[in-house]
């Protein structure tokens, strides 16, 4: 029997799937209908992305990763992103409707709220929200304001390795961090030092400033100074994450780095990729976050929102609480120009024409370990 569109798409529960409440109790409200439709269409693109997002932990899970694998993995997020997109877009359609017209069926949805979006959380946990991370929701636990059967998948996302923690393991595998000898630490804090001095002798040698600016300016080198010490000290560094202004560990953080710093040598284009796309889809999702926030503003001002919550000003205090990745986004802190990057390569001799020898970035191997992948939360 021939495939038949209609049957499958299974268009039948799909089309059928729409029951205005106002409808249903005799006063139907135009606008319930776009409501429902947009509400769904978020919860089929939340399944595409468990799909994509699924299969990259998978990835990332095994004991050995190999560079194909990882060009597989930044696909799977590229399309997240896509879909993140269009989520944000979305919003463009909601807000056609009026909060005069949204009135009008409001009333009939409480206490449902999207709060209870069981895909959402699941994607925030599979991505590394962390419980202590969240935002507290009528002073409850999250997880306490869905039922029973949908607090079981939620909870088993919680335990499951996240994204970041699984990225984080794979940080601490790189290979390159003092191979073949070259030591990336010691040489990039020595560049970081002579960066540091050639801007106090830049600011103390400009006569154009007056003492308050000089003063000021130098004040500026001394606190990226104090931020560069927490990095070239484990035991600070660790002191931050301590604190909960740091989640990526030290040598994660170390790796990371030595990826963006040395980017344009071949075998780091994919991990630098990688790392991109985790930051656009963080980015994606804060923006995402952002727009709902206004979006419930305009909708129903300084109400509550239907689930209970403050509305307007809950959605808005996660915009950068539940940040995943922000470590990664912090790392341009420490980014020095290339001119002042130390070299990858040594000359094998003077009247060598060749700059590429005994490069540890020109061993042809994948920022992988066949040691046994953990589950450790950082």
């Known amino acids: 029997m021939p495939v038949y569109y209609r049957d499958y798409l299974q268009l ?3 089309l059928n ?8 109790q005799g006063t139907p409200a135009h606008d319930e209908m776009l409501f429902i439709i947009i ?17 990259v ?3 990332f899970s095994k004991e050995y990763i190999d560079e194909k694998q990882i060009g597989i993995a930044i696909s799977r997020l590229r399309r997240i992103t896509e879909i993140q997109k269009v989520l944000v877009d979305q919003l463009n359609v909601l807000e056609t409707m009026t909060a005069l017209d949204f009135l009008e069926f409001r009333h009939l949805l409480s206490p449902a709220s999207g709060f209870q979006s069981v895909q959402f959380r699941e ?3 599979k991505l590394g929200v962390v419980p202590e991370q969240r935002m507290r929701y009528d002073k409850r636990p999250y997880s306490e304001h869905v039922t029973p059967e949908d607090r079981q998948p939620i909870k088993q996302s919680e335990q499951n390795p996240s994204l970041f923690q699984l990225i984080e393991q794979w940080l601490e595998r790189t290979p390159y961090v003092e191979l073949q000898g070259f030591n990336f630490w010691q040489a990039y804090r020595q560049a970081v030092e002579q960066y540091l001095q050639a801007d106090r002798d830049t600011i103390l040698g400009n006569i154009n400033l007056t003492a308050e600016e000089q003063t000021k300016h130098l004040d500026a080198v001394e606190a990226n100074v104090d931020h560069f010490a927490a990095l070239f000290d484990a035991s600070k560094h660790n002191e931050l994450i301590q604190k909960g202004r740091w989640r990526l560990s030290h040598k994660a953080t170390v790796a990371a780095l030595l990826i963006h710093l040395y980017r344009d040598e071949p075998i780091l284009h994919l991990p630098f990729r990688l790392l991109t796309v985790l930051i656009d889809v963080d980015e994606l999702l804060t923006s995402w976050r952002s727009r709902h926030a206004l979006m419930v503003h305009r909708m129903i001002g300084a ?7 403050v509305g307007y000003q809950y959605l808005r205090a996660t915009v950068d609480k539940h940040k995943i990745f922000t470590d990664l986004f912090n790392l341009s802190t420490f980014l020095i120009p290339r001119s002042s990057l130390p070299p990858s390569q040594k000359k094998s001799n003077k009247n060598s024409d060749s700059t590429a020898h005994n490069s540890p970035f020109t061993i042809h191997q994948s920022l992988c370990s066949k040691s046994k992948t953990t589950s450790t939360a950082s």
């Open 17 to 24: 799937a729409q029951v205005p409440l106002s409808a249903a």
């Open 123 to 125: 994607i925030e946990n």
């Open 12 to 14: 039948d529960k799909i």
């Open 303 to 309: 109400k509550i929102g239907t689930g209970g919550s």
């Open 57 to 59: 932990l998978d990835i």
């Open 39 to 55: 509400h769904q269409v978020y919860e089929l693109w939340f399944k595409q992305i468990q799909h994509e997002l699924d299969d």
